[in-house]
């Protein structure tokens, strides 16, 4: 046990070696530019979805009152809404209430202190009994003291669909570049294999078994891709910092908070482990085919 345990550190130490060379450094730089992108495009697509996700995707429709509508107007038009089949769910908001929940948004209680007087009219918000709200909101803008109708979630909608749309073509641009890292794991591989295709041929014949002659490379695939997983991360870090430097300037202007976040480190780690087995996945390949081209003369 002793000494299986002593050949895999001398392999993996044979492996860092490699790895601190100019052309191993070179390697995982590469791997890192690489797995950056579609770290990154997840990144930046999570905290999209984060904010998507506060935002109801229910079909509902704001229909807004005139200013001068009288109490009783609106009691009678909440009755109609009520009354339409084509409704399953109708909500009251007063215009007190509006006013309320505007000034509890962060930055707007002294805009709203200084106007003197409620600006905003009541309101109903409608919920669709089906997914055809265009031509509900048509009908309801129609309606007698009604002001304005807006489809409040057709956005969301839109948004949300855009997404799985990232989400698919982050997928596809993952699925590349990992083959891009297992080609590149792979070509590295070949040329230590040739380069040391004397040492191999040596090693044989002295008796040394194909795990023996393998492990090193297998450890150099490995730590290959961990590198290059690390430094696409912080390349992440560093791009995801930039862009929050001119997105904190955009939120506060819109009273908001909002910042991309980084990879969590749930996720941080499932980059590192899957771009370190890309990298044995490409070593186990390279060596597979070469080292059966190399035999004793």
Do not use: C
């Amino acid at each position: 046990m002793k000494a299986w345990a002593r050949q895999h550190v001398a392999a993996f130490r044979s492996a860092l070696r490699r790895l601190s060379r100019p052309a191993g450094v070179l390697s995982a730089l590469v791997i890192g530019v690489a797995v950056s992108l579609p770290a990154g495009g997840y990144a930046l697509l999570e905290s999209l979805r984060e904010v998507a996700a506060r935002v109801t995707l229910e079909p509902q429709i704001s229909v807004f009152l005139r200013p001068e509508a009288k109490r009783a107007e609106a009691d009678a038009l909440g009755m109609a809404l009520r009354a339409d089949p084509r409704i399953s769910a109708v909500r009251f908001i007063p215009r007190e209430e509006a006013l309320k929940q505007l000034g509890a948004v962060e930055g707007l209680p002294d805009v709203i202190a200084s106007l003197g007087r409620n600006p905003l009219p009541d309101a109903f918000v409608v919920t669709a009994a089906g997914e055809s709200l265009e031509p509900l909101a048509a009908e309801l803008a129609k309606l007698p003291g009604v002001a304005h109708v807006q489809a409040d979630t057709v956005w969301a909608r839109r948004l949300t669909a855009l997404a799985r749309i990232g989400r698919l073509g982050l997928g596809l641009l993952a699925a590349l570049l990992g083959a891009g890292l297992v080609a590149v794991t792979f070509n590295t591989i070949r040329l230590q294999i040739l380069t040391l295709r004397d040492e191999i041929e040596v090693s044989k014949l002295i008796g040394a078994t194909d795990g023996f002659i393998r492990r090193p490379f297998y450890y150099l695939g490995l730590l290959q891709g961990i590198a290059g997983g690390a430094i696409a991360l912080g390349i992440v870090a560093g791009i995801i910092a930039l862009l929050n430097r001119e997105v904190r300037l955009l939120a506060e202007s819109y009273g908001s908070s909002f910042r991309f976040a980084l990879l969590s480190r749930d996720d941080a780690g499932a980059v590192l482990l899957l771009a370190g087995l890309l990298g044995w996945i490409g070593a186990h390949l390279s060596v597979s085919r070469h080292l059966r081209q190399i035999e004793p003369r």
